[in-house]
């Protein structure tokens, strides 16, 4: 089935790392673009980050730009999110998404001290 597994969530303090992973099974990625979305409780799911088929160009949320690194490992079949500099704002649940995938169960992110 064609599928995207998010990985990596949990629970980081202000200004600190982490490092999503998105695993395709099901579907080759590197004729696709990829992005990750996020959607924060009562609130609309928003595109933080997309990225070619080729790596380039990438696109980010403006209020991300500078904090957050998309990145692709076709050979791998995964897509991956470093997020730095992380703020209370960036608590959401984070997903995964293909031209070919429905939503997934996503990977929680939460920002706190």
Known sequence: QVQLVESGG????PGGSLRLSCAASGFTISRYFMFWYRQAPGKERDM???ISSTGSPEYYLDSVKGRFTISRDNAKNTVYLQMDKLKPEDTAVYYCK????????????TVSS
């Open 10 to 13: 949990g629970l980081v303090q």
């Open 48 to 50: 933080v980050a997309g």
């Open 98 to 109: 293909s031209a070919v995938t429905t939503w997934g169960q996503g990977t929680q992110v």
